[in-house]
């Protein structure tokens, strides 16, 4: 197997936590190289641009896009125009159109786009997803709490146009939504809460259903202190299913019947190798709409100031 040789864009918290040790333990990839403005890996070539690293850089077949959002689909354009095969961070845009001339053009060149959804490759998504297809469901409520000053501290593109604030984390519960429900849903209305120095929400309520009126609710909110949540409940014909802990534990009647530990990096850089190895795409960006969604009908409160 040829070894896919990858460069690092945008070496932030992401790409320290989890990008470096999922490539490392990859089989076929390699870290090749890292280009940031500020922050470097020793030991491997360093550019401050993406550019820079296209035109100066060792040779490389690939770019994990770790930068915010706001930023991230020049650079998939100049990277997918150089010929390199491109891995978005979660969430694949800022909007949803922006996607539509980067899928064209990693099908011109004949390159991969992957458009990752880590969440979606929590241990116990598939099983919960296996679980629901045998059954009828009647209700799903997402509760997804965090504490944004852990989790995000010093993050400021969060809160600018394009950083979606609390729906960073909550588009990783809509990701799994839409992945183990049979059938697809849409959002039927919002209340997004803004504190009054940001562009972005730091709670938000969203109800939506599906084709035959299944009622889901989610609760998202950036200020939660103490323990977090990352739940997901669902209410079936034959018991409730509660996949908690962001998809890596699932219950049944709260009797645990999966759990394992955190491979979802890995997982996707394996996923990304096998994309590569044909130069096909994977994009999905209904988790994306849902949120843009969110954001056409929700109800705009404003709430007091976030200071970080
Ligand atoms: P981060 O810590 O802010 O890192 C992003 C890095 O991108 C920065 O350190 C910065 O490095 C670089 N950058 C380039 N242009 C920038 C700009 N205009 N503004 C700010 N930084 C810029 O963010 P992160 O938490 O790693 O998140 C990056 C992406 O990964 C987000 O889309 C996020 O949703 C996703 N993600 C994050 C987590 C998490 O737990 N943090 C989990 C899953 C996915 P230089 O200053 O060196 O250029």
């Not at 035109?55 to 896009?65: F, T, Y």
Request: proline content about 7%; charged content about 20%.
């Amino acid at each position: 197997m040829t070894e896919l040789r990858i460069a690092i864009v945008g070496f932030g918290k992401i790409a320290r936590d989890q990008h470096v040790g999922a490539i490392a333990a990859t089989p076929g990839a390699t870290l090749a190289a890292v280009a940031s403005r500020n922050a470097s890996l020793p030991g491997l070539p360093h550019f401050e641009s993406i550019e820079d690293l296209l035109e100066k850089g060792p040779p490389i077949d690939a770019v994990s896009l770790c930068t915010p959002p706001q930023v991230r689909r020049a650079q998939a354009a100049a990277a997918l125009a150089a010929g390199k095969h491109v891995m978005l961070e979660k969430p694949p845009g800022t909007g949803v159109a922006e996607l539509d001339p980067l899928v064209a053009m990693a099908a011109d060149m004949k390159r991969t786009l992957f458009a990752t959804w880590h969440s979606r490759y929590a241990s116990a998504v598939e099983p919960a997803r296996a679980w629901l297809a045998a059954r009828r469901i009647v209700s799903v409520h997402i509760n997804w709490k965090e504490d944004v000053r852990v989790w995000h501290p010093g993050q400021a593109w969060i809160w600018e146009p394009g950083g979606l604030g609390v729906f960073d984390p909550g588009i990783n519960a809509l990701s799994i939504l839409t992945r183990i429900l049979p059938k697809p849903v849409f959002v039927t209305s919002a209340e997004l809460a803004f504190p009054s120095n940001c562009q972005a929400p730091i709670a938000a309520d969203l109800t939506l259903s599906d084709i035959d009126g299944l009622p889901v609710t989610a609760t998202f909110d950036f200020r939660q202190t103490g323990p977090q949540s990352w739940d997901i409940v669902v209410e079936s014909d034959r018991g409730r299913m509660t996949l908690s802990r962001g998809g890596r534990r699932m219950a049944i009647d709260d009797e645990a019947v999966a759990e394992a530990p955190d491979e979802e990096y890995r997982e996707l850089y394996r996923r990304f190798v096998e994309l590569a190895a044909t130069g096909a795409s994977d994009v999905d960006l209904a988790p994306l709409r849902l949120v843009a969604d969110a954001f056409l009908l929700g109800r705009r409160n404003v709430v007091e100031p976030f200071v970080d």
